[in-house]
């Protein structure tokens, strides 16, 4: 046999070796910062579920959650926006997952149940693209929701949607 | 043209010498960096090189492989190509908790053996003069030295693309005896050029252009019986390119359920660099997080709301985000590009390690790597703009240095740039230098012995002329164009 092909042949044996061997040195442990796992969504978490068990009938994703107080006490504002659905489709969906839960029309996009009140403003993507998957706001205000859970999901803001406030800039 | 015999002489006892001053500076260049922690991309190409060492041990032990691990850190986002995750693998295969100094030590030699294996191969198909420019440029560059230290694939995805130019030139030798390169010949220059991809994605549009370029010759320096064999041969050399890419682009497709050649990052980096970063989530992203992952969970979400394929969506963000881009704003943002590619050369010797106060080596390392990246400019400019109308052998490495320094500058025209990507760029430019260099002491020689008449006219030449003429033309009317717009 000529020498490089030797050589070779001894490589490939010694890296064949080298792996099965390599079983014995433990495991690499990868950290996966660039591919963190989801979160589940904001709204199905556990953290702060949706007032008076509602559930959202379409497909969305929540932008941003936060409580702000009111005149009338703390009032929960929920963004985020839906997808794939016409603007009348959704609006018929929010009615749906909104009577599901026991709420009674109170007005254009608008419910109540008992002293719990709810409204909503939609409005369209602006420019949308026709075959835009993203179609559009819904700005939710509604009851608010203590936090309702204790997993380490709620303490990640990418999952609640609930981001501390910026620091202030100075100049 | 023949080839230059090998002789060892003066020149090569230089050529050890600098070499020598090579492997000290990236020895110096890892007493700077040895400790650091990894930086940005770094993590996800160790991340991606202890994934692929698992999957390895499991395959040794006959167990069933983690797929789920392997598409969360080989795959990962589908942005980087596992080139350099496979070189680093075989540390995790014997250290699997590798420290940063060994995960340095070992780049070091990777790094070293591979611009030591491309100087060898300046000197071989070039000559000592060329290898001599190759040594010093890049291989003095003090930040140059400084990558070999690191994870990114930049610098050896420069070396090997000099690699395959050189195995160009040679394969060009072949034609220019009249003979047709073997399959075994095209199908190693696809090897290496298929490796060179492997360490950085941006490669693609110089390889096309170089199979292109393949195709052509084959086609048009041939006739008959040798012109089937010539094609045959380019034929075989797509198939080793593909089907070595295509193990990648199987898993990455399979794993983010869309279609995946080479990385996904296009669309996030043309909203990135073009478009309206506030409408990059059909509005702001989250308000945490960086430019580049806050879009990439946002699919996510949506992906997961609608089930349709996170690339999908990417790909709409995209072009919702660049929907109000104007020839003018783009031009513009290019120029701006250009200038981020060229500002800070030295800005990783601050970064790696970031938390280092600068010391005198570091100021001297940043000084020194601002000057060679001076000369390095001028060399690409001129290896831009010259025209040869020599011998064939100089027309072909010119035109090939304009093909190679063409497609990496292609970079800041879709991809924002940063003081990293001129290391790949950079060895080109050596090369360049050294094809600039034995171009102008052929001139001197001639001029002192003059020889009767110019070169024979012949249609080949002609074309390879007008090849770098139209590349010079458009180099500068690309810049022109690109001034006029803004």
Known sequence: ?????????????????????????????????????LGPDALTNGCYPLADGIELDF???????????????VRRRVVLQWDELSTADLEAALDRSLRAAGYEPAGPLAWAKGAHSVTATVSELPDRPEDSVVRGTVVLHLPSTPLSSTDPVCADPYSTKRFPPKPREFP | ?????????????????????????????????????????????????????????????????????????????????PGMSLLLTPLFLVLPDASMESVRGYLGLVSTALFLYAAWQVRRVLGPAAALCFAVLPGLIPAFALFGVAAWGDLNAGLVLVVVLLRAVELARVVAAGSVPT???????????????????????????????????????????????????????????????????????????????????????LANTFGDRDEFCFGPCDPAGTIWFNPVQYSREVARATGRSELEIQEQMSAYARRDVTLHSYAGDVL???????????????????????????????????????????????????????????????????????????????????????????????LALGVLV???????????????????????????????????????GALAGLHLLA
């Open chain 1, 1 to 37: 046999m000529r020498r490089p092909t030797l050589i070779r042949l001894a490589l490939g044996g010694a890296a064949l070796v080298l792996v099965v061997v390599s079983g014995a040195f433990g495991r690499a442990e990868p950290i996966g910062t660039y591919r963190p796992l």
């Open chain 1, 59 to 73: 497909p969305y994703q929540v932008r941003s959650d936060r409580d702000l107080p009111t005149g009338g006490g």
């Open chain 2, 1 to 81: 043209m023949r080839p230059p015999r090998f002789r060892i002489g003066r020149a090569d006892w230089v050529l050890v010498v600098l070499l020598g001053a090579h492997v000290l500076l990236q020895v110096l260049m890892f007493r700077h960096s040895s400790g650091a922690d990894p930086v940005g991309d770094e993590k996800a190409y160790l991340d991606a090189a202890r994934s692929l060492s698992n999957a390895l041990r499991d395959l040794g032990s006959f167990g069933p492989v983690d797929g789920a691990d392997l598409e969360r850190n080989v795959v990962g986002n589908g942005w980087f190509m």
């Open chain 2, 183 to 269: 399959v075994r010949q095209v199908a190693g220059l696809a090897g290496w050029a298929v490796a060179a991809l492997y360490l950085r994605s941006s490669m693609m549009p110089a390889l096309v252009t170089l199979g292109l370029l393949a195709g052509a010759t084959a086609l048009w320096a041939f006739r008959g019986r040798e012109r089937r064999r010539a094609v045959l041969a380019v034929l075989a050399g797509v198939v080793v390119f593909v089907s070595v890419l295509l193990p990648w682009s199987l898993l990455a497709s399979a794993s983010l359920g869309g279609r995946v050649v080479t990385t996904t990052s296009v669309p996030l980096a």
């Open chain 2, 336 to 430: 701006e590009n250009l200038e981020r590619y060229r500002t800070d050369p030295a800005f990783y010797l601050d970064y790696l390690p970031y938390d280092k106060e600068a010391d005198r080596f570091e100021e001297e390392s940043r000084d020194v790597t601002d000057r060679f990246f001076t000369l390095g400019t001028i060399v690409v400019v001129l290896a831009l703009l010259l025209v040869s109308r020599g011998p064939r052998d100089r027309q072909v490495q010119v035109l090939l240095v304009k093909v190679a320094l063409g497609g990496l500058l292609f970079q800041p025209f879709v991809h924002m740039a940063g003081s990293r990507y001129w290391t790949t760029a950079a060895a080109v430019a050596g």
């Open chain 2, 438 to 476: 034995t171009w102008g002491l052929d001139l001197l020689r001639e001029l002192r012995r003059p020889r009767p008449g110019g070169p024979p006219d012949d249609t080949g030449l002609r074309v390879l002329t007008l090849l770098q003429a139209l590349l010079a033309v458009g180099a500068v």
